[in-house]
């Protein structure tokens, strides 16, 4: 029987032992040690899959080790721990395939990201690595909103994508790189078709 | 601010521009061409719907959900300053209108290039969107066979053609491309009609390859008899069940033949 459903009843609390709630040791990349309670888990598929074949009792979880997450700065988890614990118990939601895509922002979560982008980016990452769907759909719905009212000059600056000129100068540059020869060769054969030599050879 | 969206991993790119409007992404696939290539690579093939509405000289792309008219091609926009696009193969002006709500685009030359500049376009930034159509010109087979060559040749599917006038029934074979169309009979060339029906029929029941599931056809004037008497002329075997025809396609499936209150349904089933 889940606690919310437990029947209220007036005892002393001291006499009995009461059930605790488990809360799970994280360790981030800069070692950074958080503690997240198993409902917020949830949230997360992939912390969930692990917290449940690592089988950990209440006396592991502060015996042992923190779980490490390799990947994720101690900045970026405390978000996404923030996040997990706010919404825990809330259901997974499931992709209805509407188009566009409809994702309202709850308050808590439009202050939660209320972050430089440096930082966003890398909460989305961290939502998509540790499989959080609907911290996923917000801060995707924030990015996306980023385009509203945008020229396709300022979406270029946004999304921080090169001009097609600069874009093609990469490329030729990186060609450059890679076979130093290259350019090289092509002079050459410019130079042979001012001549009006037909063929290279 | 600025967010690095191509280093984004695939589900989040992808969760991200489908996140974005029609118009969002319109204007996102004029950005640049790693734009376009980022649309192709994150969104999933016919994503998106489409309803294109022609009259006059202006074509309308709408949402579906919202109805709300989205693109306006070749409108006057007189006093609003422009964006200069490459839209397919040409230049085009582009002009925002009331926060982007409203997209006009004018390319300066004829109706016909605009068509095909649009319907490429729009196949590349909402990756090949499945397509609706409301032909509601006076005169619409021309268009709608500039058209339908357009969409063919962006692989563009059509999901269903609505026409608001009188169409020429030589158009017949496009209408077997479309999942759906809807049209108004032609009482102008009545023996023509049932003619041409016939011949229509004969090609629904012979190439299985066609997409057509349902085709109406409204203040219809002809009776029963009159369609089953065309299809013994042509040799075209039927059967009447109930108050309906049928007749069997190459494949298999059946062509059902219904006429009530003056509305004929030819449905593939």
């Excluded at chain 2, 300053?81 to 002009?95: K, R």
């Amino acid at each position: 029987m889940s606690v919310e459903n437990a029947p209220v009843v007036d005892v002393d609390e001291a006499a009995i032992p009461v059930e605790k709630k488990m809360y799970y040791r994280f360790e981030s990349n800069d070692k950074k040690e958080f503690r997240v309670s198993e409902l917020a888990i949830q949230q997360s598929e992939t912390l969930n899959r692990l917290v449940e074949a690592m089988g950990y009792t209440s006396e592991d979880v502060e015996n042992k080790p923190a779980i490490a997450i390799e990947n994720i700065d101690g900045k970026t988890l405390k978000l996404v721990f923030q996040w997990c614990e706010h919404h825990k118990g809330e259901a997974i939601p499931v992709d209805d395939g509407s188009v566009p895509k409809i994702v309202e922002i709850p308050e808590f979560d439009a202050k939660l990201m209320d972050i430089d982008n440096g930082l966003l980016f890398k909460l989305i990452w961290a939502a998509d690595y540790l499989n959080i769907v609907q911290l996923l759909n917000v801060s995707c719905k924030k990015v996306a909103n980023m385009a509203q009212g945008k020229t396709p000059a300022q979406l270029r600056r946004v999304y921080l994508l090169p001009s097609d000129e600069e874009d093609e100068a990469a490329k030729r540059a990186a060609q450059e790189a890679q076979d130093p020869r290259a350019r090289e060769v092509e002079e050459e054969f410019e130079e042979r078709k001012r001549q009006g030599g037909n063929s290279f050879f | 601010m600025s967010f690095p969206l191509l280093r984004c991993p695939y589900l989040v790119g992808s969760q991200i521009l489908k996140n974005m409007s029609h118009q969002e992404l319109f204007l996102f696939s004029l950005s640049c061409k790693r734009a376009k290539k980022a649309i192709k690579m994150y969104l999933p093939k016919r994503y998106l719907s489409a309803e294109l509405q022609t009259k006059d000289y202006g074509t309308v792309v709408t949402h579906h959900a919202t109805e709300k008219r989205d693109f306006r091609i070749q409108s006057a926009c007189a006093g609003i300053s422009s964006i200069p696009c490459l839209i397919g193969d040409t230049y085009a002006e582009v002009y925002l209108i009331n926060d982007l709500s409203l997209i006009d685009i004018d390319w300066k030359s004829n109706k016909k290039v605009a068509l095909k500049s649009f319907v490429s376009h729009i196949s590349i930034c909402w990756n090949s969107p499945r397509i609706s159509i409301k032909m509601d010109e006076e005169k619409p087979s021309g268009y709608f066979l500039d058209l339908m060559k357009h969409l063919k040749l962006n692989a563009i599917t059509v999901d269903s053609v609505d026409f608001a006038e009188n169409v020429r029934w030589d158009l017949g074979v496009h209408f077997l491309q479309c999942k759906s169309v809807k049209l108004i009979f032609n009482w102008y060339y009545h023996q023509k009609f049932k003619f041409e029906l016939a011949n229509f029929l004969k090609m629904l029941i012979n190439y299985s390859e066609n997409k057509l599931k349902v085709i109406r056809i409204l203040e219809c004037k002809i009776t029963t008899e009159e369609i089953t008497d065309r299809l013994d002329k042509k040799g075209i075997v039927h059967e009447k069940v109930g108050s309906k025809l049928e007749l069997q396609r190459c494949d298999g499936k059946k062509v059902l033949i219904g006429l009530v209150d003056q509305v004929l349904e030819v449905k593939v089933v």
